[in-house]
């Protein structure tokens, strides 16, 4: 009896294009849904002259699966996976692996990896970026959660990723439990704030500038050849050519409300929890959030008003000044989410590899560009690097941007168009680099009103004061903390 290398359940589009992906790397593949159509479906359409294993029970499914049973789960995030796993367990034996490559939230992941090792059953939490084609041809895999299962998926996973140039996988092992799934998060929050920023850029073209949809896709087409170079801007210079079939623009027939699944909101409040400012990713969720909320946004049109738009400058120039804005804004975006993921790595002991993480965001992922190699570069150079614009190339090209960035986003403000990625990462540039900043007004304030304590420039750290600001306080203070 032929016995599959690794076991996928889940067989939509990414399920299905993952196992296809397997099969063209030799490896053989038992698949199971919980829609048994779904796999003779699948085995009579994409997957028919493949060496595909359909399954139409659990209990056949797991019998035709080699020792160590890999057991991968593609269902939705939730309770699918928990229930997926409860049917498995009593069919799997010590040492077998159960890997789910949904985009899960870590906690879920920490929890399933602390149950399933008291069971001797080893778990795998992986992100997997790319879509339906980087799942096809090569994506962006980052596992994380029980070590002692890497060696058993790590060649199967490596095969099917992305490679970089030097043929290096977009895959490696990220860290225990849920650090796998973290690191997806981060890359999904970093993702939002990629693709709010290149929505500013263009509706600062369209409007402030009066820019044509070509002109704009002829733009998108040239910064994609330079340090702009990615994924995301080349597919955006495609949507601006492409017509509907009566021959107008599609772009311009798509409703201004903008969806989500969730990762780019967990990043801003796991950012919250941590105390680490990833303002720009906030920003655009909030963003999205306000786009949902379109009917209000028509009705205040007609009430609101704002400035005429009305632009005198130099119309290149300007252009260049966005292009230098949006440049020095993903720089920030991903200084934050470094900065996001080097505390998490220190609060949950997850030793990251930061360099490696942007070796896997190189290629296959949504958000692979250029711009990461230079990431990995900084990391390799200084493994301890704590924040991404203090490194000798992103502080150089951040000075050479900031004229062009400050002048975007004055002028933006002045023309009364959104920009709050553009805005929030010059707000954080310039906090960041603010030897002081004015929260010493702000714990006078809090210890004025509530007895909350300050500390003083002319004591050590870690002293807390508090003061009788109106006389009638006393003496009592509550107690300090900082999150």
């Given at each position: 009896?032929?016995?599959?290398?690794?076991?996928?359940?889940?067989?939509?589009?990414?399920?299905?294009?993952?196992?296809?992906?397997?099969?063209?790397?030799?490896?053989?593949?038992?698949?199971?849904?919980?829609?048994?159509?779904?796999?003779?479906?699948?085995?009579?359409?994409?997957?028919?002259?493949?060496?595909?294993?359909?399954?139409?029970?659990?209990?056949?499914?797991?019998?035709?699966?080699?020792?160590?049973?890999?057991?991968?789960?593609?269902?939705?995030?939730?309770?699918?996976?928990?229930?997926?796993?409860?049917?498995?367990?009593?069919?799997?034996?010590?040492?077998?692996?159960?890997?789910?490559?949904?985009?899960?939230?870590?906690?879920?992941?920490?929890?399933?990896?602390?149950?399933?090792?008291?069971?001797?059953?080893?778990?795998?939490?992986?992100?997997?970026?790319?879509?339906?084609?980087?799942?096809?041809?090569?994506?962006?895999?980052?596992?994380?959660?029980?070590?002692?299962?890497?060696?058993?998926?790590?060649?199967?996973?490596?095969?099917?990723?992305?490679?970089?140039?030097?043929?290096?996988?977009c895959c490696d092992w990220v860290g225990d439990e849920g650090a796998g799934h973290y690191v997806k998060m981060v890359h999904n929050g970093i993702e939002y704030g990629d693709i709010q920023l290149i929505c500013e850029a263009y509706s600062l073209m369209k409007n402030v500038l009066g820019l044509s949809s070509e002109e704009i896709a002829d733009t998108f087409t040239e910064w994609n050849t330079r340090e702009l170079d990615s994924y995301l801007i080349e597919i955006a210079s495609h949507i601006f050519r492409t017509e509907d079939e009566d021959g107008i623009l599609l772009l311009d027939k798509i409703?201004?409300?903008?969806?989500?699944?969730?990762?780019?909101?967990?990043?801003?409040?796991?950012?919250?929890?941590?105390?680490?400012?990833?303002?720009?990713?906030?920003?655009?969720?909030?963003?999205?959030?306000?786009?949902?909320?379109?009917?209000?946004?028509?009705?205040?049109?007609?009430?609101?008003?704002?400035?005429?738009?009305?632009?005198?400058?130099?119309?290149?120039?300007?252009?260049?000044?966005?292009?230098?804005?949006?440049?020095?804004?993903?720089?920030?975006?991903?200084a934050q989410g470094y900065l996001l993921m080097r505390e998490a790595s220190r609060d949950y002991t997850w030793h990251l590899n930061y360099g490696g993480i942007a070796l896997m965001w190189r290629g296959g992922c949504i958000i692979r560009s250029i711009f990461l190699g230079k990431i990995k570069e900084a990391y390799d150079k200084h493994p301890d690097l704590y924040n991404l614009l203090l490194d000798d190339f992103f502080h150089g090209e951040i000075q050479k941007s900031q004229n062009g960035w400050r002048n975007v986003v004055a002028t933006a403000a002045m023309q009364g168009i959104p920009t709050p990625c553009f805005s929030t990462a010059l707000s954080f540039y310039d906090g960041y680099r603010s030897e002081r900043l004015p929260a010493n007004l702000l714990q006078a304030l809090r210890d004025y009103f509530g007895a909350h304590t300050y500390e003083r420039i002319d004591k050590p750290r870690g002293e807390f004061f508090h003061t009788n600001w109106t006389g009638t306080g006393g003496k009592v203070s509550a107690s300090s903390y900082s999150i």
């Open positions: 009896m032929t016995q599959a290398d690794i076991g996928l359940i889940g067989l939509a589009v990414m399920g299905q294009n993952l196992v296809l992906n397997m099969d063209d790397h030799g490896y053989t593949v038992a698949v199971f849904n919980r829609t048994v159509s779904k796999v003779d479906d699948f085995l009579e359409g994409p997957a028919k002259g493949t060496k595909v294993i359909g399954c139409h029970t659990l209990n056949e499914f797991v019998q035709k699966l080699k020792h160590p049973r890999r057991v991968m789960l593609m269902v939705k995030a939730g309770d699918p996976v928990d229930e997926f796993i409860q049917h498995l367990e009593p069919l799997l034996e010590k040492g077998d692996i159960i890997i789910d490559g949904g985009n899960s939230h870590f906690p879920d992941t920490n929890r399933r990896c602390q149950a399933l090792k008291s069971k001797g059953i080893y778990f795998i939490g992986t992100g997997i970026s790319g879509g339906e084609e980087g799942a096809r041809h090569g994506p962006s895999i980052m596992p994380g959660g029980h070590p002692e299962a890497w060696p058993h998926v790590k060649k199967i996973f490596q095969d099917i990723a992305a490679k970089v140039e030097t043929g290096e996988p409703l201004d409300v903008a969806g989500q699944k969730g990762t780019g909101k967990w990043t801003a409040i796991n950012s919250v929890e941590m105390g680490i400012p990833v303002t720009l990713i906030g920003e655009a969720v909030f963003a999205r959030c306000l786009s949902a909320l379109k009917e209000e946004r028509v009705a205040a049109s007609k009430i609101l008003s704002g400035p005429q738009i009305n632009f005198t400058g130099d119309k290149k120039a300007f252009l260049k000044d966005i292009f230098h804005a949006l440049y020095a804004s993903k720089m920030v975006s991903y």
